[in-house]
């Protein structure tokens, strides 16, 4: 063998193989920065996520104190059936209209009396108003609850989609 092939298969190794061990750490250490940065965007994307539903429910859980200290919702509420009805109630609604304007998240409003049935209810696309009485399940545990103001998230089979529901306890003496 001549001495320009034993040179060559002696310093091909020695230049192959360093190549290669310091390929795969370059790899594996880009493989670990990937990882690291995806977490921490995935980390920060679920906690600005979860600020933005707290934020949410914070809000509503004030427009449900508002809605429920409105005069015209109290005189609702406690006037007798014909009153509410005849004089009341296309004010309440024009009421409820007007918030669903402003916030259309709020694509359902309702005054829902202790034994469960709907007195007053607005819906921005007019789904089964009037035809349905508030989702059984939701309501028992509401009238079970002792808490002024409580929180539920379901999937609204009407609508195919998720939603939120935010009850509060009306408490008034005529």
Do not use: C, W
């Amino acid at each position: 063998m001549k001495l320009y092939l034993k040179l060559f298969l002696l310093i091909t190794p020695l230049i192959i193989i360093p190549s290669i061990v310091v390929t795969n750490l370059i790899r594996s250490h880009l493989i670990t920065e990937a990882q690291s940065s995806f977490n921490i965007q995935a980390n920060s994307l679920v906690l600005k996520i979860a600020n933005q539903i707290e934020n949410k429910i914070n809000s509503a859980k004030t427009d449900t104190l508002l809605f429920s200290q409105l005069p015209l919702v109290k005189q609702y509420v406690l006037n007798d059936n014909v009153s509410r009805q005849t004089i009341l109630l296309p004010n309440i609604l024009a009421t409820f209209n007007n918030i669903q304007k402003i916030i259309p998240s709020y694509y359902e409003i309702q005054i829902i009396n202790p034994e469960g049935l709907e007195l007053a209810s607005s819906s921005t696309d007019n789904k089964l108003i009037g035809e349905q009485q508030p989702n059984q399940d939701h309501f028992q545990l509401i009238k079970k609850s002792r808490k002024d103001i409580n929180i539920f998230t379901f999937h609204d089979q009407v609508r195919q989609k998720n939603a939120l529901m935010i009850s509060h306890r009306l408490k008034f003496r005529n």
